[in-house]
């Protein structure tokens, strides 16, 4: 009876859990593709790039908000069960409220490891999957990109000025700037011009106009009836460079044993620029990633205080709320927590988590002693 009971226990949590956590995770995900839709539009990347990253940003929204609704769906559905009377049932037919939360702090273990999961494999290679459709993408979306009478720079290396554009695509008086090396530039001047795609790539043809090379010490120009201009060769100003944030968990380790053990290692990839500056992000990513996770039993601890009381309790519903914010309040900590672990070494914050659990269930075994 009491093997039913648990069973059925944690299905109803971890039912909650999966509507709660994609419900979320999707509003959240529309919202994030909006504003990616403007970047991506502005930068110049097409439909496939834009569909790509924000599928490939979804593992990341899940992790961030993965330990409120473990939290929200344990405490919801303990809630409901003395809402129904159901734990006062529980309680006569013999079950220990002690062994009882016990199971549900290890289940919890299930959501610890599965966060770690994402965290620390999952999300970074998402993420620099992502960054990789950014890095290896043309700007596939130009006639989109220019308009009339602004100069546009969200192209690497590449200004462009149109005085005039019709709705057949056709440019008036148009002005690019080519920056080909550091003290080297291309100005180009046409009276008209035009974009056209072929072999999936597009083409700018002009008109009527001049090229002007520049570098240290000379100025030469010559003019031309008609010219092209491949805008393949060209890429986003998008940042190439990863963020730490996007960066295996095994290179960051590495990157920490060399920067304080001065060991050399080979394996670490040419972007990753391992220095000692870097040392402090990558401790907070290492933190966000691995040590923060364990702050899940915490939480879920909390959520469980509940079944210490009983809704004929005085303030029983303000004592919901308490312990609503209390949870919350121990998620909030978890974020900020990982702000400031730059400042000192990483080993000295895994006691965080630990303390909040022995604390919140030494309570617990306490007030469980007192009421017996």
Same mark, same amino acid.
């Given at each position: 009876?009491?093997?039913?009971?648990?069973?059925?226990?944690? #299905?109803?949590?971890?039912?909650?859990?999966?509507l709660s956590s994609l419900s979320?995770?999707?509003?959240?995900?529309?919202?994030?593709?909006?504003?990616?839709?403007?970047?991506?539009?502005?930068?110049?990347?097409? /439909?496939?790039?834009? @569909?790509?990253?924000? $599928?490939?940003?979804?593992?990341?929204?899940?992790?961030?908000?993965?330990?409120? !609704?473990?939290?929200?769906?344990?405490?919801?559905?303990? !809630?409901?069960?003395?809402?129904?009377?159901?734990?006062?049932?529980?309680?006569?037919?013999?079950?220990?409220?002690?062994? &009882?939360?016990?199971? %549900?702090?290890?289940?919890?273990?299930? &959501? /610890?490891?599965?966060?770690?999961?994402?965290?620390?494999?999952?999300?970074?290679?998402?993420?620099?999957?992502?960054?990789?459709?950014?890095?290896?993408?043309?700007?596939?979306?130009? *006639?989109?990109?220019?308009? +009339?009478?602004?100069?546009?720079?969200?192209?690497?290396?590449?200004?462009?000025?149109?005085?005039?554009?019709? +709705?057949?695509?056709?440019?008036?008086?148009?002005?690019?700037?080519?920056?080909? #090396?550091?003290?080297?530039?291309?100005?180009?001047?046409?009276?008209?011009?035009?974009?056209?795609?072929?072999?999936?790539?597009?083409?700018?043809?002009?008109?009527n106009g001049s090229f002007i090379?520049?570098?240290?010490?000379?100025?030469?120009? @010559?003019?031309?009836?008609?010219?092209? %201009?491949?805008?393949?060769?060209?890429?986003?100003?998008?940042?190439?460079?990863?963020?730490?944030? +996007?960066?295996?968990?095994?290179?960051? %380790?590495?990157?920490?044993?060399?920067?304080?053990?001065?060991?050399?290692?080979?394996?670490? *990839?040419?972007?990753?620029? !391992?220095?000692?500056?870097?040392?402090?992000?990558?401790?907070?990513?290492?933190?966000?990633?691995?040590i923060k996770p364990f702050f899940? *039993?915490?939480?879920?601890?909390?959520?469980?205080?509940?079944?210490?009381?009983?809704?004929?309790? @005085?303030?029983?519903? #303000?004592?919901?709320?308490?312990?609503?914010?209390?949870?919350? $309040?121990?998620?909030?900590?978890?974020?900020?927590?990982?702000?400031?672990?730059?400042?000192?070494?990483? +080993?000295? @914050?895994?006691?965080? *988590?630990?303390? &909040?659990?022995?604390?919140?269930?030494? &309570?617990?075994? /306490?007030?469980?002693?007192?009421?017996?």
């Amino acid at each position: 009876m009491k093997k039913i009971i648990y069973n059925q226990l944690l #299905k109803d949590i971890t039912k909650f859990f999966i509507l709660s956590s994609l419900s979320l995770s999707l509003i959240i995900w529309v919202i994030q593709a909006v504003n990616f839709l403007d970047y991506i539009s502005e930068d110049g990347h097409g /439909l496939i790039t834009y @569909f790509s990253i924000t $599928f490939l940003n979804f593992p990341k929204i899940f992790s961030r908000i993965m330990p409120f !609704c473990v939290f929200i769906s344990i405490f919801y559905t303990l !809630c409901r069960y003395e809402l129904k009377n159901e734990l006062v049932i529980f309680w006569n037919i013999g079950v220990n409220k002690v062994k &009882f939360i016990n199971v %549900i702090l290890f289940f919890s273990l299930l &959501f /610890l490891l599965l966060q770690i999961l994402l965290n620390s494999v999952i999300v970074p290679k998402t993420l620099d999957a992502a960054r990789e459709q950014i890095r290896n993408s043309n700007v596939d979306f130009f *006639p989109n990109l220019i308009k +009339e009478k602004k100069f546009i720079d969200v192209v690497e290396n590449l200004t462009i000025f149109v005085e005039s554009k019709n +709705e057949n695509g056709d440019l008036k008086n148009i002005f690019l700037k080519d920056q080909l #090396k550091e003290n080297q530039s291309q100005v180009i001047y046409a009276e008209s011009g035009k974009i056209v795609s072929e072999s999936k790539n597009n083409f700018l043809i002009l008109n009527n106009g001049s090229f002007i090379d520049v570098d240290k010490k000379n100025i030469t120009s @010559f003019a031309f009836k008609k010219t092209e %201009i491949n805008l393949a060769k060209y890429s986003s100003k998008s940042t190439k460079t990863p963020k730490f944030q +996007e960066i295996a968990t095994a290179h960051l %380790i590495s990157c920490l044993y060399k920067l304080n053990y001065n060991k050399n290692y080979t394996n670490l *990839p040419s972007y990753f620029l !391992c220095e000692s500056k870097a040392e402090n992000d990558i401790d907070e990513e290492l933190f966000k990633r691995i040590i923060k996770p364990f702050f899940m *039993p915490t939480i879920v601890l909390i959520a469980c205080l509940i079944v210490l009381y009983n809704k004929d309790m @005085f303030g029983y519903t #303000k004592l919901q709320y308490l312990l609503f914010f209390l949870g919350f $309040f121990i998620i909030v900590i978890s974020e900020i927590s990982a702000r400031y672990i730059g400042n000192s070494k990483v +080993e000295y @914050f895994l006691i965080i *988590p630990v303390i &909040f659990f022995f604390v919140s269930y030494f &309570f617990l075994i /306490l007030k469980l002693r007192y009421s017996s």
